[in-house]
């Protein structure tokens, strides 16, 4: 079993800045990529970011050039910072582990609040 813990949400002014960390641990075995993932109230979970075991990212169009992931195969955890944040960045931010078996794990979610 797979387990992800993610930490570093909170509520944050416009323009402001927050990292978010995911820390897999249990069973893991060869893992092709850890992203980021966001869901807003009504809408569904979109792709925000993700990192390969190679390294390759990629962004959601919406953040790029404002979002940064960054991996720790060490640590097998997951970092993503967060720059120029905007109200409609607001959402739960979840965490994925995808293996190169295909089996997929998920974190709980932590919330991003971006207001004034």
């Known amino acids: 079993q797979v387990q992800l813990v993610e930490s570093g949400g909170g509520l944050v002014q416009p323009g402001g800045s927050l990292r978010l960390s995911c820390a897999a641990s249990?069973?893991?075995?060869?893992?092709?990529?850890m992203g980021w993932y966001r869901q807003a109230p009504g809408n569904q979970r979109e792709l925000v970011a993700r990192i390969t075991n190679s390294g390759s990212t990629n962004y959601a169009d919406s953040v790029k050039g404002r979002f940064f992931i960054s991996g720790d195969n060490a640590k097998n955890t997951v970092y993503l910072q967060m720059n120029r944040l905007k109200p409609e960045d607001t959402a739960v931010y979840y965490c994925?582990?995808?293996?190169?078996?295909?089996?997929?794990?998920w974190g709980q979610g932590t919330q991003v609040t971006v207001s004034s």
């Open positions: 249990g069973s893991i075995f060869s893992i092709y990529t």
């Open positions: 994925k582990l995808l293996t190169t078996y295909g089996s997929d794990y």
